[in-house]
């Protein structure tokens, strides 16, 4: 379904901290769109974006003080990868959408963690389903899949189906890793021993019964 998107609103239903961005930043502000009948979303120059997100933030007139989401968009084609902020002022309930466009070839962008502690594992999963780096994230690891995953990035329009190895492959290389491929350090040195679980068939089938401890 194609996404209704309005250019430049005017009158009513304008946003009022659009204006307010583009007088404090200039051409760092690409565009604007409104999608979904009242849904602002504000384009920005990657390099700024920091700057931008603080003073969304910190601005008493504006106080976007939630950041309730981040994520990113991949169109396919070559086209850039939008890594998307999604705001809200919880004082003036407005909400504000943030896009980034990302060349496929520089997938790099600035952490937003010294703003928001909450985007710790949102950028996380960014980087760990698009590829898209965050530098100066306090622990930019892969959250959703395995450390030892080799097959790319799953939410990329460029990433096969049924993935970049055949099943035969995928299967050995599940039955062929360590322990260590599934904890991190911290678990494996805890000293605790972890907890088993045995199947027991019953006339209904198998149920699963834990052992004593």
């Known amino acids: 379904m194609t996404e209704l998107v309005q ?21 760092s502000i690409l565009r604007h769109e409104v999608v ?3 849904e602002h979303v504000v384009f920005v120059e990657p390099l ?4 931008i997100l603080r ?27 939008q890594v998307v902020y999604q705001l809200y002022s919880i004082q003036h309930r407005w909400a504000l959408r943030i896009k980034a466009e990302l060349p496929i070839s520089e997938l790099e962008i600035d952490s937003v963690v010294p703003l928001w502690d909450a985007a710790n ?8 389903m698009f590829g898209v780096t965050f530098r ?5 690891r892969r959250i959703l899949m ?6 790319g990035h799953p ?27 599934y904890y991190i350090p911290a678990d494996l040195e805890a000293g605790g021993e972890p907890q088993l679980v045995r199947w027991q068939e019953t006339p209904e089938g198998p149920s699963e019964e834990s052992n004593d401890r």
């Open 136 to 140: 100066g994230h306090p622990d930019l």
């Open 155 to 181: 939410l990329r329009k460029d990433f096969p189906l049924r993935g970049r190895f055949t099943r035969a492959e995928q299967t050995r290389r599940a039955l062929s890793r360590e322990p260590k491929d």
């Open 7 to 27: 250019s430049e609103p005017e009158g009513v239903g304008a946003h009022p901290t659009v204006p307010a961005l583009r007088e404090a930043f200039g051409d």
């Open 121 to 128: 594992w949102l950028e996380r999963e960014v980087f760990d």
């Open 36 to 38: 979904a009948g009242d």
């Open 55 to 81: 003073w969304l933030k910190e601005t008493p007139a504006h106080l976007y003080d939630f950041l309730s989401d981040v994520t990113a968009v991949d169109y396919g084609g070559g086209r850039p990868i």
């Open 48 to 51: 700024r974006i920091v700057e």
């Open 146 to 151: 395995p450390e030892t995953y080799a097959e």
